[in-house]
């Protein structure tokens, strides 16, 4: 339902009792967790802002509106102590030095792999083969080996159940 004038009228009316009831308060709490007037006003100012976006707000008891502001200004304190901002960290000009690519993870998850596969029949190794690493079609695969399609599918389906269950042995649970 769209807001009338008379509506915002009202929400702005609350909005300075809100203002002039807490805002010295929650001003004098947020400078002492900053340290800085500055940002104390800006934390202020944003507290304030979301409780105008927040029209249910306005209606609610005044100690509980108390306590939702106090709430809102000490997150907002958090997030901009956590911020990259408030670290200082800054984006750098200079390029970054390249990083050679380190294989030795892809070496042990192949060699990983290559055992788990071998732990498997072959019609199930295969087919598994073919289908995943070799990027063919269940219909691809049974034309190759010349057995039908419902075969394949039915091997790829066993085939890779063992193969989750040699890696569980194996211990790798992703």
Do not use: C
């Not at 929400?11 to 809100?18: E, G, I, S, V, Y």
């Not at 507290?47 to 105008?52: E, N, V």
């Not at 408030?86 to 042990?108: G, I, K, N, Q, W």
């Amino acid at each position: 339902m769209p807001e009338g004038p008379g509506v915002s009228v009202r929400r702005a009316t609350a909005l300075r009792a809100l203002h002039d009831r807490h805002a010295a308060a929650l001003w004098r709490y947020v400078a002492s967790l900053t340290g800085s007037l500055a940002d104390a006003d800006d934390v202020v100012q944003e507290t304030l802002l979301r409780a105008w976006r927040n029209p249910g707000l306005l209606a609610e008891d005044p100690d509980a509106v108390r306590g939702w502001l106090f709430t809102v200004a000490r997150n907002l304190v958090i997030d901009q102590a956590r911020s990259a901002r408030r670290r200082h960290e800054r984006p750098s000009a200079e390029e970054v030095e390249r990083v050679e690519d380190d294989r030795t993870d892809r070496l042990f998850d192949a060699m990983l792999l290559q055992d788990a596969l071998s732990s498997l029949s072959g019609h199930h190794r295969e087919v598994i083969v073919r289908a995943y690493y070799g990027g063919r079609s269940t219909a691809e695969v049974a034309r190759e080996l010349g057995i039908a399609e419902g075969t394949v599918k039915s091997r790829l389906h066993y085939g890779l159940r063992a193969l989750r269950l040699a890696f569980q042995e194996r211990g790798v649970t992703r």
